[in-house]
C-alpha cells in the first residue's frame, strides 16, 4: 500500500530521497530490474511522478541507485559480521546466518540481489561482477587467515571455497522464499553443508 508523505511536514531532500529509494527497492523486488519504473515508484510512494523524475532524473540514474544501496547493504553487512567475529570461521558462518536473517527481514534487498545476479544483460551484469570480486574478496581473505589458523583443512584454494560459497547463496534463498516454506531441519542442513565446503575442522 503506498505510503504517501505528501501534506506531513515537509521533508529534507535527503530524507525524500532515502525514502523513495527504499519504495524503488520494493517495486525492484516486485516488478523486476527491467520492469520496475518512475511511475510504480511514485505510486507506491503517494507522490507525482515528476517528483521521483526529480530524484532519479533518468532511469539509468533510478536502476543506479537501486543497485548502489543493494550493493552497500550486503557489502556491509559481510564487513559487519567479520569485524564482530571472535575468529575467521565464526565469521564466515556468522555471515551465512546474517543473510538467511536478511532473506526474511530485509528481503526486498535480497530478492533485488537475486535478480541482479543472474541478468547478464551487458547494463547490469559488468557492475554484477565488479560487485561480486568485491565480496570473493572479503571471504576469500577469511578462508585464508582460517587455514593459517589452523582452523580449515587442506583442500580448494581459498577463492573456490569463497566462489562455491556464494553459489550456494542461490540456492537458499530459494529454499526460504519457496512457496511451501522454508524446509524442516534447514538450518542444521545449511549449517552442515558450509562446513563442508570451506572445510572446516573437526574439533
Not at 32 to 49: L, P, Y
Not at 55 to 81: I, K, M
Not at 99 to 118: G, H, Q, T
Not at 147 to 153: A, H, M, S, Y
Amino acid at each position: 500500500m503506498p505510503a504517501a508523505v505528501e501534506g506531513r511536514r515537509r521533508l529534507q531532500p535527503d530524507e525524500r530521497k532515502k525514502l523513495l529509494l527504499n519504495d524503488a527497492i520494493e517495486v525492484f523486488a516486485r516488478r523486476g530490474i527491467g520492469r520496475g519504473g518512475h511511475t510504480e515508484i511514485a505510486q507506491q510512494a503517494g507522490v507525482s511522478v515528476a517528483t521521483v523524475f526529480n530524484y532519479f532524473n533518468t532511469r539509468e540514474a533510478l536502476v543506479g541507485a537501486v543497485l548502489d544501496e543493494v550493493e552497500s547493504f550486503l557489502l556491509n553487512l559481510a564487513e559487519r559480521v567479520y569485524e564482530d567475529a571472535e575468529n575467521p570461521v565464526d565469521g564466515i558462518k556468522n555471515h551465512i546466518q546474517a543473510f538467511l536473517r536478511a532473506c526474511e527481514e530485509n528481503s526486498n534487498y535480497i530478492k533485488v540481489w537475486l535478480e541482479w545476479s543472474a541478468s547478464v544483460r551487458e547494463d547490469t551484469w559488468p557492475r554484477y561482477i565488479e560487485f561480486q570480486t568485491r565480496l570473493l574478496e572479503i571471504i576469500t581473505a577469511q578462508v585464508e587467515l582460517a587455514i593459517k589458523e589452523g582452523l580449515l583443512i587442506d583442500g580448494l584454494a581459498p577463492i573456490e571455497r569463497a566462489r562455491w560459497a556464494i553459489g550456494n547463496a542461490h540456492m537458499l534463498v530459494s529454499m526460504v522464499f519457496s512457496p511451501m516454506g522454508k524446509p524442516d531441519g534447514m538450518e542444521e542442513m545449511v549449517e552442515r553443508g558450509f562446513n563442508h565446503i570451506i572445510g572446516i575442522r573437526e574439533s
